[in-house]
Each structure stands twice: as C-alpha cells, then as structure tokens.
C-alpha cells in the first residue's frame, strides 16, 4: 500500500515539473530509531546513489549503526513483484537500473540518467532533449537485460 501510495505522489509531483522540488525521506529502520518517536531520515535519492555507487551500508545519525541500504528502501518501496522490464515499461528507469545493480553498464546507464537530470533540473536541456536521453537509456537498458 505504501509503495502504491509513493508512486501515485511521484506521479503528482511530476506534473508540477520544475515549479516543485520534492525530496522523499525514509526512516531508519536500526534499533534505536525503530523505538523512537523520532527517527533519523534519510533522502531516497542519496540512498539509490550509494547503491548505485556500491555502498551497501550508510551510518545512522542517532545510534551510530550500519545500516543496510536495500534494507531500508526495500522497508517502504518493497517492489520484488516488479520486474526491470515492467518497471522501464511504466517509465521508472531509475527504479530499473537500481534493480539491474550492481551491474557496471546498469551504472552507467544510471550515471547517465543523473547527468539528465541535472542538465534538465539546471534548464541546460528542454523537456524535449531530457524525453529523448531517457527513450535512449531506457531503450540501452533492455537491449542490456536480453544479453543477460
């Protein structure tokens, strides 16, 4: 339910384009936060950069454990019932590549997704320009999954 309710925010938020910056928090889930009426949140973007980038743990700030990153995005994104394909297919290419890891062109493809993103955030591309670099990493990233 929870992760029904993300992707419908997502949705909205996207329409708002770049009038609305949105950050996603995620809870802690070590010990001390899971008993505590205020966790330490962590951003869901820095969180898929660390996978992306090969960290599996990130420190929390209240009880100084490791915690595991999947852990904590598989916690409220839980989507084992989705496939890369069917996610690419609804337009969630990040959430792809974040399955495809820790495959290296599955990384580059993400690299070059957040390179987009950031040429598109700063208006250094149009909306146009920004639809095509995600066609072509989406259509790079199937072609990559029938190789497998």
Do not use: W
């Not at 950050?23 to 330490?40: F, R």
């Not at 955030?121 to 920004?130: C, I, K, L, T, V």
């Amino acid at each position: 339910l929870v992760t029904i309710v993300a992707e419908k925010l997502d949705e909205l938020h996207s329409t708002f384009g770049d009038r609305l910056k949105v950050a996603i928090k995620i809870p802690c889930n070590c010990p001390v936060c899971k008993a505590s009426n205020t966790p330490h949140f962590y951003d869901k973007k820095d969180l898929e950069n660390r996978l992306a980038k090969g960290k599996p743990t990130v420190e929390c700030r209240e009880s100084f454990d490791d915690v595991n990153v999947q852990g904590l995005l598989d916690g409220i994104f839980n989507k084992s019932d989705q496939t890369p394909i069917s996610l690419l297919q609804a337009g969630s290419i990040r959430e792809a590549l974040l399955l495809l890891m820790p495959n290296d062109e599955a990384a580059l493809l993400l690299n070059q997704l957040d390179k987009a993103e950031k040429e598109y955030d700063f208006g250094r591309a149009n909306p146009e320009e920004f639809a095509k670099i995600q066609n072509r990493i989406s259509v790079a990233a199937m072609k990559m999954m029938r190789k497998r």
